[in-house]
């Protein structure tokens, strides 16, 4: 049985939520288009692929399909994660509670999830499938980059997704093979660099080859220990860039700074963190910590991640919860039985409730942070094709309902391109960006109705490949506009006139509920109200929630 394209019956270029509003619920989405057992969430090699990118068509404007949203999570830990403590029953429920469409469970790398706890994985993965047939839940690794720091890495379900896994923590994981070198000048750290990108390269071959149908990589928390450097990771998205997509835009551990939970100096994110020797020598002070819960190089106008989109290439963001303990939680580790260990078992004993809380920074899937990706199709391989695309948004405390962005040509009919998208046109030509915002509906878990206050529109020159591969910075990038849209409610779009220039250039989209921002750490004139940090140990997330988008390119002819 092949994944499902999406019904007639309903208009898939809104959010689950604007279905809601026009009487036909995600679930009915759902319901309609089949009964999903495991055959269908497994699909088949014949299930056609989303439609072309507008990058691939000839001619200018573009025509990209309809979407419908679907919710998830790429970075989720169990008790087979040797530092996590939750079975897949408690995080599979958690995580449907919280509305998620599909979810990762990427484990840690390690000997005993290697041996032992991988398969013993799979066979709940596989159980845990057949239980919540409307959920999408794939199996992943938590990969320690040779050098550097984590990626999720998450494989199609398929009769080898779990071997794929395997040979790949074996093979190349930086920690299992003592890798892990990476300051400036030590004996290892090229070798280490260089096996990183190797490993990417092999998971490329295992798409190309049909041993498995797809596998997508995603770097996690990249200025956490700042280990990651720019030219490592424009060297992973070079060595194959429909692999390696992209980064978390913003981390999990977002409940770390709770006023009067955390310890006095603890950040969002768990970013508490400063330079060491492993460390690029070329971050500042500055990048050490987040900013409204987004990572620096993200939430920079003009940073890392917009010097990596002014190459004219695509590079996503993610956001996630991370989760292995969760704030005010009661539930702790089940002890031991005699002589066993995570080295010899591959998983840690199940959990047990208390009547006290635990240790914990983190959210449940979903209950926070939530990743958007627009699918023309319901199924694994659908989820996947849109994070390729880059049909990707963002939010955090529930902040919107829903988000659809398109740009097009004033002349022409049709729908334009949306997130991750190219817009093919001419110098001097008027193009109009369309945001069609759906406002919160209903209190987030927290219980507050989250309001949106503001838009903006940043825009940043594309320039081409850089001849510094550790430039963090893109000059020529900044907020263009601001959209008040305190008090706005339900469903209304945004027309946001733009002109082609002399040059390509590409624009994203970033909000917030208003409630903490300032000047963005590249100045005012580049970001007069970006999100800003918190002071140490007062970081309520509730109270400083943003959204963000991918960017969408505009190529101009003969630029």
């Known amino acids: 049985m092949t994944e ?39 699909g088949s090699a014949a299930t056609p692929a989303l439609a072309a990118s507008s990058a691939d068509r000839q001619g200018f404007g573009g025509d990209d399909p309809r979407l419908a949203y679907l919710v998830g999570d790429h970075h989720v830990h169990s008790v087979y994660s040797h530092d996590a403590k939750y079975t897949f029953s408690q995080q599979a429920q958690a995580a449907a509670k919280y509305g998620l469409d599909w979810m990762v469970f990427n484990e840690h790398s390690n000997f005993g999830h290697a041996y032992y706890g991988a398969k013993m994985e799979h066979a709940e993965i596989l159980k845990a499938r057949a239980e ?90 990249p200025l956490r220990l700042g280990i990651d450097s720019p030219h490592e990771m424009r060297n992973w998205r070079d060595a194959a860039p429909e692999i390696m997509i992209g980064m978390e835009g913003a981390p999990g551990a977002q409940g770390a700074a709770i ?78 039985a005699a002589g066993q260990n995570f080295d010899n078992t591959g998983k840690l004993p199940d959990p047990v409730n208390t009547t006290t809380t635990q240790p914990g920074s983190d959210f449940w899937p979903g209950e926070f942070s939530r990743t958007h990706v627009g699918v023309t199709r319901y199924g694994y391989r659908a989820v996947m094709a849109g994070m390729r695309a880059g049909r990707v948004w963002l939010d955090h405390g529930h902040l919107l309902d829903g988000l659809d962005v398109r740009l097009k040509r004033d002349c022409d009919a049709g729908r334009g391109v949306t997130l991750g998208g190219r817009l093919r046109v001419r110098k001097g030509e008027r193009i109009t960006l369309y945001v069609t915002v759906t406002t919160a509906s209903r209190a987030n878990p927290q219980g507050i109705l989250p309001e949106l206050a503001h838009v903006d529109v940043i825009r940043g020159a594309v320039r081409g490949a850089v001849s510094d591969r550790d430039t963090w910075k893109a000059p020529d990038t900044k907020v263009v506009q601001t959209k008040d849209v305190s008090g706005r409610k339900g469903t209304y779009t945004l027309r946001i006139p ?58 101009v002819a003969g630029s």
């Open 132 to 221: 919540n047939p409307r959920q999408l839940i794939f199996q992943g690794l938590e990969w320690y980059i040779p050098a550097a720091e984590h990626c999720t890495i998450f494989a199609a379900p398929g009769p080898n997704e779990t071997d794929l896994l395997t040979q790949f923590e074996l093979a190349y994981d930086g920690k299992l093979l003592n890798y892990t070198e990476g300051s400036a000048g030590a004996t290892d750290t090229a070798r280490n660099e260089a096996h990183a990108v190797k490993a990417i390269k092999w998971l490329a071959e295992q798409r190309r080859s049909g041993y498995v149908d797809d596998v997508l990589v995603l770097a996690n928390h």
């Open 259 to 336: 006023p009067g939970w955390g310890s006095s100096t603890a950040i969002r994110g768990e970013y508490q963190n400063s330079q060491s020797a492993q460390s690029w020598a070329g971050f500042p002070a500055g990048a050490y910590v987040t900013y409204g819960g987004f990572d620096w190089a993200t939430a920079t106008v003009g940073g890392l991640w917009d010097s990596m989109l002014a190459e004219g290439r695509l590079f996503s963001i993610t956001t996630n919860s991370d989760n292995h303990r969760t704030v005010f939680d009661t539930w702790k580790n089940g002890d031991w």
């Open 4 to 42: 499902q394209q999406l019904p007639t019956w309903a208009d898939p270029s809104v959010s689950p939520a604007d279905l809601d509003a026009q009487g036909v619920s995600r679930r009915q989405l759902m319901r309609r288009a089949g009964l999903f057992g495991a055959a269908f969430a497994l």
């Open 498 to 555: 733009l002109t082609a220039g002399d040059e390509s250039f590409y624009v994203r989209l970033r909000g917030s509920d208003g409630k903490r921002h300032g000047a963005g750490y590249l100045g005012a004139s580049i970001d007069p109200n970006g999100p800003i940090p918190h002071t140490p140990g007062d970081g309520d997330p509730w109270a400083d929630t943003w959204f963000y988008s991918n960017p969408i390119f505009v190529d």
